[in-house]
């Protein structure tokens, strides 16, 4: 505790310039810090951020400067999958005659460092991230300024002070692997995504489950992690379908891989679902329309950005919240499963008791 403070900063209500009065600066060297401003040497942002957040600062007023807009943030936009995300955040955003300013920074796990600066002189609303947690400095700069966030979070686990909005992606691994077990396919491959994501081992702890309640043993070649992407669908599934005992069925961990299994599965002269299924995830628009159609697990990921979007502006507000929706996930059944092939040494026969 700093000596000689009043009452009211003992309550966490300090004044921008009793912050200058400790750091030894002007109040409109606060003020920049607090915008976002780059002029200021980094000893003295360092100094200001920690002052502000010992106190527990919360900016009291909207200033002037804030737009209309409500800022989504993506590590990437290349993925399908985000143009679901954005419409949903578009359709609440024009409830409230807000607009949407799209940004792509940092890596899958949290947003770059240039990002706040350039957030903080753009003023929005509030923010949607689509990461699977936000470093702790980021979190106490968003709440200094009163800039509301919600994480958007088809990837992990966010921290439990974290407002975010989720699907259950281990019920959605489970529902993939009994559709193929019930379809009598014994040697199931999984692709999921990348190791260091929640999101891959909750599917993949999905199909082990589904596996292992059927009395079936899990082959660890048949276990790879992949990207989420086509490229990496096909590269795995072709490891997979070259090896001397491959699956007769490949669970993967989103549609976009799904694609990449089924073109790896033409290139080696299988039938998709006479001589291999394929179960994808996500249920994107171009699922209904690969061929054969996709069967896929249907994560709501429209309906995600709605719901982190409506908890956005709850936040803004000054509404109460829950800090963590999840959302469920369902089967969708299409065309690129069946039977398992007649006369396969993999398939129907007694799970083990």
């Keep these: 505790m700093l000596l000689g403070m009043r009452d009211d900063e003992e309550m966490g209500r300090i ?5 200058a009065e400790r750091a030894g600066v002007s109040i409109s060297t606060v003020s920049k810090v607090l915008n976002g401003r780059q002029d200021v040497a ?21 200033s002037s400067r804030e737009a209309p807009l409500i800022e989504i943030v993506f590590h990437e936009l290349e993925s399908i999958w985000a143009m679901e995300l954005i419409r949903g955040v578009e359709n609440v955003a024009k409830a409230h005659n807000a607009g949407v300013v799209l940004t792509e920074s940092g890596t899958r796990h949290a947003p770059g460092d ?3 600066e350039a957030m903080l002189q ?44 989720g699907s259950a992606n281990w019920n959605g691994g489970l529902a993939a692997t009994r559709h193929l077990i019930e379809h009598g396919h014994r040697r199931i491959g999984i692709v999921t995504g990348p190791e260091d994501m929640l999101c891959s081992r909750a599917r993949l702890d999905g199909y ?48 976009l891989q799904a694609l990449g299994v089924l073109e790896a599965a033409r290139t080696h002269g299988l039938r998709v679902p006479d ?20 069967t896929t697990v249907h994560q709501p990921l429209r309906r995600m950005a709605e719901e982190a979007t409506q908890m956005l502006m709850r936040l803004r507000a000054e509404e109460p919240v829950s800090t963590r929706l999840e959302l469920a996930t369902s089967l969708v059944v299409r065309k690129s499963t069946a039977a398992v092939p007649t006369g396969s040494p993999h398939g129907r026969g007694p799970a083990r008791s």
Aim: proline share 9%; hydrophobic share 40%; net charge negative.
């Design 122 to 165: 753009r003023r929005p609303l509030g923010v949607v991230l689509v990461f699977s947690t936000l470093p702790t400095e980021v979190k106490q700069q968003l709440r200094s300024r009163s800039i509301p966030f919600v994480i958007i979070d088809p990837a992990g686990d966010p921290d439990p002070d974290v407002p975010s909005v």
């Design 275 to 294: 001589d291999l299924s394929v179960v994808g995830y996500d249920d994107v628009s171009i699922a209904r329309w690969a061929s054969p159609a996709l």
């Design 15 to 19: 004044t921008l310039a009793q912050v």
């Design 42 to 62: 980094a000893p003295t942002r360092v100094k200001v951020e920690r002052l502000l957040e010992a106190h527990a600062y919360r900016r009291t007023t909207r």
């Design 208 to 255: 082990r489950s589904a596996m292992a309640m059927a009395g079936l043993e899990v082959d660890p070649d048949l276990i790879l992690f992949g990207d989420f992407h086509v490229e990496g669908g096909y590269d795995r599934a072709t490891e997979m379908l070259s090896r001397p005992h491959p699956p007769t069925a490949i669970f993967a961990g989103s549609d």
């Design 114 to 116: 240039d990002w706040m």
